[in-house]
């Protein structure tokens, strides 16, 4: 009886473990949710199979062995979430050359606390060209181009309102360098977005789709996401940027051609930015910049530190024109 339990046991642990390895259901209840963060499966997975074992030799003694199904699944399951993190972890490295015109774009969701003298700061240290700013007002944007401008770095400011009046919206700050953008055309995502185009320079895009954070936002989300992801195959060369509230798990962003996720493509794709109080191996990535495939080489992308009091760490992301 024992014994058949713990194959049952296996057997449930064993098709939830599957669930959340593989991205097909990612965009269910409670797995959209858990598959976000693949670290902390491996972690619970290999407590868990540790847990057991113990309970196994302590309490079943003459039974012992009913649990070695169920704490094989657990370890393989560890194991699973493990190996998706490693390969997306390897990090190669690519150069630019000097010939190569280059684009460095930052994307920041500052929750609305981040002040325009931080942001200034943070734009002139990267040497950030295109600014995504979720979650930021346009007074606090078009303040930070305003002290980047007396610091020589002129920014062309852009903003889009959210339709949450406890949410600020999108912003968007673009250097010179990278094209003229006289006006920009809003998204119908909830907490923002915009697209803006210019004839000496990519189309840029800011989104902000709504989270998943329960279960009546699910079809919003699933929308919204799909939404801001295809804004990239549908303007060739294209930049988008912005917190899409969705993993490279999710389907929105599981199939993107043309298009590339930069930190996938290079390899850091396991570094989480949400929230900012994990460390990056623990986090969720869900914060993004995709390019055209056919347009752009990824070189460079880098999860910086917690900044100014936001749930989110910045992102920064160099690409060369092909």
Do not use: C, K, Q
């Given at each position: 009886?024992?014994?058949?339990?713990?194959?049952?046991?296996?057997?449930?642990?064993?098709?939830?473990?599957?669930?959340?390895?593989?991205?097909?259901?990612?965009?269910?209840?409670?797995v959209a949710q858990l598959v976000s963060f693949r670290a902390l499966i491996a972690i619970g997975s290999a407590a868990a199979a540790v847990l057991v074992a113990l309970v196994g030799a302590l309490l079943l003694r003459r039974d012992r062995l009913a649990v070695v199904p169920l704490v094989g699944v657990l370890l393989v399951a560890a194991g699973v979430q493990t190996g998706v993190l490693l390969v997306r972890g390897h990090e190669?490295?690519?150069?630019?050359?000097?010939?190569?015109?280059?684009?460095?774009?930052?994307?920041f969701n500052t929750l609305g606390r981040v002040p325009a003298d931080a942001l200034a700061r943070l734009v002139q240290e990267q040497h950030a060209q295109v600014v995504v700013l979720p979650e930021t007002s346009e007074a606090t944007a078009t303040e930070t181009a305003r002290l980047l401008d007396a610091a020589g770095v002129p920014m062309q400011v852009h903003a889009a309102?959210?339709?949450?009046?406890?949410?600020?919206g999108v912003a968007l700050l673009v250097s010179p360098t990278v094209g003229t953008y006289?006006?920009?055309?809003?998204?119908?995502?909830?907490?923002?977005?915009?697209?803006?185009?210019?004839?000496?320079?990519?189309?840029?895009?800011?989104?902000?789709?709504?989270?998943?954070?329960?279960?009546?936002?699910?079809?919003?989300?699933?929308?919204?996401?799909?939404?801001a992801a295809a804004t990239c195959a549908d303007n060739p060369g294209a930049i988008v940027a912005g917190d899409f509230n969705a993993t490279i798990d999710h389907p929105a962003l599981a199939h993107l051609d043309p298009c590339v996720d930069v930190a996938r493509a290079l390899g850091r794709a396991a570094s989480g930015t949400w929230p900012a109080a994990a460390p990056t191996w623990l986090a969720t990535p869900i914060d993004h910049v995709l390019v055209?495939?056919?347009?752009?080489r990824p070189l460079r992308f880098d999860v910086l530190p917690a900044t100014g009091g936001?749930?989110?760490?910045?992102?920064?992301?160099?690409?060369?024109a092909r």
């Open positions: 009886m024992i014994r058949r339990a713990g194959w049952v046991l296996a057997g449930v642990a064993a098709l939830v473990s599957a669930v959340l390895a593989v991205p097909w259901g990612a965009g269910l209840v409670g190669p490295t690519v150069a630019a050359s000097s010939a190569e015109r280059t684009v460095t774009v930052l994307s309102a959210s339709t949450d009046p406890w949410v600020d006289a006006a920009a055309d809003p998204l119908p995502l909830r907490h923002g977005g915009l697209t803006t185009t210019s004839r000496t320079g990519p189309t840029l895009v800011a989104v902000h789709p709504v989270s998943p954070s329960e279960p009546s936002s699910m079809p919003l989300w699933r929308t919204e996401t799909r939404a055209d495939g056919r347009a752009w936001s749930d989110h760490r910045p992102v920064v992301a160099t690409v060369a």
